[in-house]
């Protein structure tokens, strides 16, 4: 039995689902993760140390997203003075939660990294996507597993050439409730805290089951992701609303304007 295992998954479940219901939170060996990326990604932890990988659901915008950011506006303070002293809020709202939970954990020492941490030569300190198909989150279609015909792609109904074949596309996550209306927002390392033999992750549920809507899923993500359309890939029952896929469409220098009325109302 991995008692700590339990213990701390059912708080930092509790914390994720405080308030708002914000995140999901999923757990996985970190040997299973070493064991599944190329050396340059490994985590420098023993294999059996008690990992969670944590994401955002699509009612983190509204609720507590938006619930925070009114809040940081001082008193008399205008939007492009906000703006200028917060440039990225949904990263500063996440590394504050963040930052809470690990207060709330300290007995057991966690490491965070976000989904946006670089390593000095600008690799990813971890990959999301790697991590959340090996704790069974959102199943991860790799490109590379569904090479299909180069030259076309599967982007409309009808296949269409738009492919150009130098280009290497990456993959996508499809979550089962959500499909792409979701994002993987931090890991948590337990380095003192060790899971049993007998754990096993969760197996990850695949949502796309031919090689076409896989192909055209990845298309989209890779071509068209400004439009969102590969966000409902696998038929997701919770999805964004209009507001938050405008928001994600933009670069974050640009996304104040689609907030901005959250403050005339607070
Ligand atoms: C760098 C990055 C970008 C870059 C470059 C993307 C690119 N085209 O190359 C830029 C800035 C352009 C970008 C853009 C976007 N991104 Co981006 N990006 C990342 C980031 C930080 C790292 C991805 C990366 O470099 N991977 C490195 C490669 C080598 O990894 P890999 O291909 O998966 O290879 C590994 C696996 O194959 C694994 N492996 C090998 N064998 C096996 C076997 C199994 C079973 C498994 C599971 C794994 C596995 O080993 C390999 C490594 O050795 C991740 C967050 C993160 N920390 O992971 C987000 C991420 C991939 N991006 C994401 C998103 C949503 C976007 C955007 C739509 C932005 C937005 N506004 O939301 C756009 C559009 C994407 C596009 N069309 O390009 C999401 C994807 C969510 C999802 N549902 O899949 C992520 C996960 C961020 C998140 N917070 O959720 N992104």
């Not at 064991?35 to 659901?57: G, K, R």
């Not at 704790?135 to 569904?146: E, I, L, S, T």
């Not at 990845?218 to 068209?224: A, C, E, G, K, P």
Request: hydrophobic content about 35%.
């Amino acid at each position: 039995m991995d008692e700590s295992r339990q213990l701390i998954y059912g708080r930092v479940q509790d914390l994720l689902c405080e308030e708002d219901g914000w995140g999901e939170a999923y757990v996985f060996r970190i040997g299973s993760y070493n064991n599944s990326v190329s050396s340059h990604f490994v985590l420098p932890y023993d294999p059996d140390t008690l990992a969670m990988i944590c994401l955002s659901t699509p009612r983190m915008f509204e609720d507590s997203f938006r619930k925070w950011i009114v809040t940081q506006k001082m008193h008399d303070e205008n939007l492009d003075n906000l703006a200028k002293r917060i440039p990225d809020p949904i990263q500063t709202f996440m590394v504050e939660k963040f930052d809470s939970l690990k207060n709330e954990l300290s007995d057991y020492d966690p490491v965070v990294i976000h989904d946006f941490e670089l390593l000095p030569n600008r690799r990813p300190k971890v990959l999301m996507c790697t991590c959340g198909h090996i704790a069974g989150a959102a199943y991860y279609y790799r490109p590379d597993v569904f090479e299909g015909d180069d030259e076309n792609c599967y982007c409309n109904d009808d296949v269409i050439k738009c492919r150009r074949p130098s280009q290497k596309r990456i993959g996508l996550s499809l979550h089962p409730k959500y499909g792409g209306h979701f994002a993987f927002r931090a890991i948590m390392i337990f380095p003192t805290v060790k899971l049993s033999p007998e754990f096993t992750e969760k197996q990850p549920k695949r949502t796309l089951n031919d090689d076409k809507s896989v192909l055209q899923a990845i298309d989209l993500f890779n071509y068209h992701w400004r439009d969102g359309r590969f966000r409902d890939c696998g038929n997701p029952v919770e999805q964004y609303s209009q507001r938050q896929l405008d928001y994600f469409s933009k670069a974050p220098a640009d996304r104040w304007p689609v907030i901005a009325d959250w403050f005339m109302q607070a």
